[in-house]
């Protein structure tokens, strides 16, 4: 997810290429928005696999810094579905831009805060 995210925000906002009728989306653009929105599902899904043995059973009983950044996962999940689902089907210009950079803004500290919270239990 986080790289067609970044894909996709790289394409949306240096990727567009000049034509003799000014600035164009970039032809991948729409390859890795699908990509993007397919693999969407597959995340959740994944989500929802290890909620009761991972996610769970860890807000009952592990550390306070594992719990900090499960919960800064946990939400940032959460926003990340709502302005997910949102973006598609939003068609004001101004207020969809404004969900775009939150989605995009959340998803990158998304997967920092996962990289975090994967090694914070090895160290």
Do not use: C
Request: net charge positive; glycine share 10%; aromatic share 14%.
């Amino acid at each position: 997810m986080s790289s067609t995210g970044i894909a996709l925000y790289l394409l949306h906002h240096y990727g567009q290429v000049e034509t003799p009728y000014g600035l164009r989306a970039n032809s991948w653009g729409d390859s890795v928005k699908l990509l993007h929105n397919m693999s969407n599902f597959i995340f959740i899904f994944s989500i929802g696999l290890i909620f009761n043995e991972h996610i769970y059973m860890g807000l009952k009983g592990r550390k306070i810094g594992n719990k900090f950044s499960g919960y800064f996962i946990t939400l940032t999940v959460l926003i990340l579905v709502i302005t997910g689902t949102l973006l598609l089907y939003l068609s004001s210009v101004d207020f969809r831009t404004l969900v775009s950079d939150v989605h995009s803004y959340v998803g990158f500290g998304m997967s920092i805060g996962m990289i975090l919270h994967v090694f914070k239990k090895f160290t």
